[in-house]
């Protein structure tokens, strides 16, 4: 079964997460900074799900959302930040 990222945001803080099988497997949570900017503050994956690249899912989620409503992110979570680290093609969101 193909994994999917969703997003949900309620007020000012919000959550990617990712679902295979039916069942909510990672998690992502963020807050608003203002209209312009968020902050990635938690990523977590459930056991056994390592190495199946839901956390670099949920941070590319992110970007295009950020993207899409010209918003930029901070990323405090060491996850997230070691993603926009290897990654230069998405630097243009932070």
């Known amino acids: 079964m193909e994994a999917t990222v969703g997003m949900e945001i309620d007020g000012n ?3 990617f997460f990712v679902q295979a099988d039916g069942k909510q497997e990672a998690l992502m949570t963020f807050v608003f900074a203002g209209e312009k900017q968020i902050i990635i503050d938690h990523t977590e994956v459930n056991p056994g799900n ?7 899912k949920m941070v590319l989620a992110a970007v295009d959302f950020a993207r ?3 918003i930029k ?8 930040k070691s993603v926009f680290d290897k990654t230069p093609e998405i630097k243009d969101v932070l």
Do not use: Q, T
Not at 50 to 56: E, L
Not at 73 to 80: Q, V
């Open 50 to 56: 390592n190495g199946k690249g839901y956390g670099k």
């Open 68 to 70: 899409e409503n010209g």
């Open 73 to 80: 992110i901070l990323p405090l979570c060491p996850f997230a």
């Open 13 to 15: 803080k919000g959550h």
